[in-house]
T-cell receptor
Framework: AQSVTQLDSHVSVSEGTPVLLRCNYS??????LFWYVQHPNKGLQLLLK??????LVKGINGFEAEFKKSETSFHLTKPSAHMSDAAEYFC??????????FGKGTTLSVSS | DTGVSQNPRHKITKRGQNVTFRCDPI?????LYWYRQTLGQGPEFLTY????????KSRLLSDRFSAERPKGSFSTLEIQRTEQGDSAMYLC?????????????FGEGSWLTVV
C-alpha cells in the first residue's frame, strides 16, 4: 500500500527565511509525488510534481522539492518565505492507475 | 479555460435530508474524482470515473452515497439521509487521462453542514 507521512503538522518561519516542509513516502513501485497548497477557503493548487524524470523538481512561486529514493523522502523547500506563502501544504503520492493519496498536511505560518 | 466548477459552494441541511452536489470538470478531461476533506485533515479519496465508468470506490463511500457521470462530462454526488458525520468539504477534481503523472486539477469544493 502507498502512503505519505508529513513529519510536521505545523511549521513557523519568519519572512525572508528558508522554508522546509518534510515528507516521507511509502510505495511498492516507482511513485509519482506531488505537493499541493491550499489557502483558506480556496481549492487545492498544484505546486510541483515528480514523475521519474529529474530528481530535483522546480515548482511555482519559488518552491522546489528533491526526490530521494534512498531516504524515501520528498521534502519541499523555498529559499525565502513570503507572507503570502502562509497556507496548508499537502504531500501526495500516486501510483499508475490509482487515485491520489494525501498526507495530513502541514500548516505553514509566516511572521513579519 | 474555466477550471473545475462545483455547485453549490455551500449547503446547510437538516439531518436525514438528501443533498446533491454537481461537478463540471475541465473540458475534455476524461478522469473525474471525488474527495472528502474534514477540518484539519487531508482530502480522502471517495471515487473516480474514467469517462462515464465508475472505476473505483473507497470504503468511505457508504451505501448512502452515490455518484454518477452519465455522459462522461459533469458528475453528481448524492448523499441520502444525511448524518452529522457527513459534514465536510466535498472536492471534485479532473485530469486529462490515464497515468499517474497527469496533473489533477481541483475545484474549490462544496461545503456541507448537517445540522
Amino acid at each position: 500500500a502507498q502512503s505519505v507521512t508529513q513529519l510536521d503538522s505545523h511549521v513557523s518561519v519568519s519572512e525572508g527565511t528558508p522554508v522546509l516542509l518534510r515528507c516521507n513516502y511509502s510505495s511498492s513501485y516507482s511513485p509519482s509525488l506531488f505537493w499541493y497548497v491550499q489557502h483558506p477557503n480556496k481549492g487545492l493548487q498544484l505546486l510541483l510534481k515528480y514523475t521519474s524524470a529529474a530528481t530535483l523538481v522546480k515548482g511555482i512561486n519559488g518552491f522546489e522539492a528533491e526526490f530521494k529514493k534512498s531516504e524515501t523522502s520528498f521534502h519541499l523547500t523555498k529559499p525565502s518565505a513570503h507572507m503570502s506563502d502562509a497556507a496548508e501544504y499537502f504531500c501526495v503520492v500516486s501510483q499508475a492507475g490509482t487515485a491520489l493519496i494525501f498526507g495530513k498536511g502541514t500548516t505553514l505560518s509566516v511572521s513579519s | 479555460d474555466t477550471g473545475v466548477s462545483q455547485n453549490p459552494r455551500h449547503k446547510i441541511t437538516k439531518r436525514g435530508q438528501n443533498v446533491t452536489f454537481r461537478c463540471d470538470p475541465i473540458s475534455e478531461h476524461n478522469r473525474l474524482y471525488w474527495y472528502r476533506q474534514t477540518l484539519g485533515q487531508g482530502p480522502e479519496f471517495l471515487t473516480y470515473f474514467q469517462n462515464e465508468a465508475q472505476l473505483e470506490k473507497s470504503r468511505l463511500l457508504s451505501d448512502r452515497f452515490s455518484a454518477e457521470r452519465p455522459k462522461g462530462s459533469f458528475s453528481t454526488l448524492e448523499i441520502q439521509r444525511t448524518e452529522q458525520g457527513d459534514s465536510a468539504m466535498y472536492l471534485c477534481a479532473s485530469s486529462p487521462g490515464v497515468g499517474s503523472g497527469n496533473t489533477i486539477y481541483f475545484g474549490e469544493g462544496s461545503w456541507l453542514t448537517v445540522v
